[in-house]
């Protein structure tokens, strides 16, 4: 059984695919939950709400998750490309209690059925933003450096238990993120993918499905992937 957080898109949706093509069933939550049906419908997946910033939402979400072997802590992203000196706490409280609070708040949850299912997997995404600060990003940068610390922080107190613990940390990926970072904006969201090609939701959740179909005594620490094009959240080749 897999849990993934912020199935309604993206990576979180192409996820759930690949792991019910490896042959896990599914619990699958986000807000928008005719979205979540929309992916989870045909997979046979258990399709629920889940507001990763509301306590009682996951309260409520993880009481119904019979047993997990893996979770997938996906739910986030970005608020805002604001210069430091312009920052706005809204974004910025938004943003780290969706990407910081919510994974700590469902992993809370969950770890006692991780253990119990003798083969437990946490798979935390993070991003290249969780290991390189670019201007604009600090309060999205400082949210995925936090996610970074919490996923070794993990590891390191939960040796000896049989629960592996993931991070994984893509570069540019098309989905709705931009679309959501920038409010909207569809123009604007366009031009952070224009000119090269970025990764597809499905190239990560491909990377996802093999860190978890690993040998249970494998723990894949940490993978980083991003498009051929792109050098760093920075550097890109673009053909325009
Ligand atoms: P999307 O915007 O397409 O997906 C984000 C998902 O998170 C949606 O399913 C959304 O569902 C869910 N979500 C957002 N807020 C909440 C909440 N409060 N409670 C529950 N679910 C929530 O973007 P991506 O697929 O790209 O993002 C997935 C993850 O990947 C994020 O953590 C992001 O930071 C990370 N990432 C993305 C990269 C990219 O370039 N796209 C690169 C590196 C990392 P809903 O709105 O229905 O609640
Ligand atoms: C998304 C990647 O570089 O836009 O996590 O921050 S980046």
Redesign the pocket.
Same mark, same amino acid.
């Given at each position: 059984m897999a849990v993934v957080t912020g199935a309604s898109s993206g990576i979180g949706a192409a996820t759930a695919v690949a792991l019910h093509r490896a042959g896990f069933s599914l619990v699958l939550g986000a807000r928008r939950l005719e979205k979540v049906q929309e992916v989870g419908g045909p997979l046979g997946a258990m399709c629920l709400p889940l507001d990763v910033t509301d306590a009682a939402s996951v309260e409520a979400f993880c009481a119904h998750v019979p047993e997990v072997h893996v979770l997938v802590n996906n739910a986030g992203g &970005?608020l805002g490309l604001d210069k430091f000196a312009e920052s706005k706490d809204e974004d910025w409280q938004r943003m780290y209690d969706t990407n910081v609070m919510g994974l700590m708040r469902v992993t809370r949850a969950l770890l006692p059925k991780l253990e119990a299912s003798g083969a437990g997997h946490v798979v935390n995404i993070g991003?290249? &933003?969780g290991r390189e600060a670019y201007p604009g990003?600090a309060g999205?940068n400082a949210v995925?450096f936090a996610v970074r610390a919490i996923t070794q922080v993990m590891r390191l107190e939960l040796v000896g238990k049989p629960i592996r613990i993931t991070e994984v940390a893509?570069?540019?990926v098309e989905t709705e993120?931009s679309l959501v970072r920038f409010s909207g904006d569809e123009e604007r969201a366009k031009k952070v993918y224009a000119g090269l090609q970025p990764l597809s939701p499905e190239d990560v959740a491909d990377v996802i499905e093999w860190v978890v179909t690993r040998p249970p005594h494998v723990n894949i620490d940490e993978v980083v992937v991003k498009p051929l094009a792109q050098a760093s &959240?920075t550097v890109a080749a673009r053909n325009l």
């Amino acid at each position: 059984m897999a849990v993934v957080t912020g199935a309604s898109s993206g990576i979180g949706a192409a996820t759930a695919v690949a792991l019910h093509r490896a042959g896990f069933s599914l619990v699958l939550g986000a807000r928008r939950l005719e979205k979540v049906q929309e992916v989870g419908g045909p997979l046979g997946a258990m399709c629920l709400p889940l507001d990763v910033t509301d306590a009682a939402s996951v309260e409520a979400f993880c009481a119904h998750v019979p047993e997990v072997h893996v979770l997938v802590n996906n739910a986030g992203g &970005a608020l805002g490309l604001d210069k430091f000196a312009e920052s706005k706490d809204e974004d910025w409280q938004r943003m780290y209690d969706t990407n910081v609070m919510g994974l700590m708040r469902v992993t809370r949850a969950l770890l006692p059925k991780l253990e119990a299912s003798g083969a437990g997997h946490v798979v935390n995404i993070g991003s290249i &933003a969780g290991r390189e600060a670019y201007p604009g990003g600090a309060g999205y940068n400082a949210v995925k450096f936090a996610v970074r610390a919490i996923t070794q922080v993990m590891r390191l107190e939960l040796v000896g238990k049989p629960i592996r613990i993931t991070e994984v940390a893509p570069g540019m990926v098309e989905t709705e993120f931009s679309l959501v970072r920038f409010s909207g904006d569809e123009e604007r969201a366009k031009k952070v993918y224009a000119g090269l090609q970025p990764l597809s939701p499905e190239d990560v959740a491909d990377v996802i499905e093999w860190v978890v179909t690993r040998p249970p005594h494998v723990n894949i620490d940490e993978v980083v992937v991003k498009p051929l094009a792109q050098a760093s &959240a920075t550097v890109a080749a673009r053909n325009l």
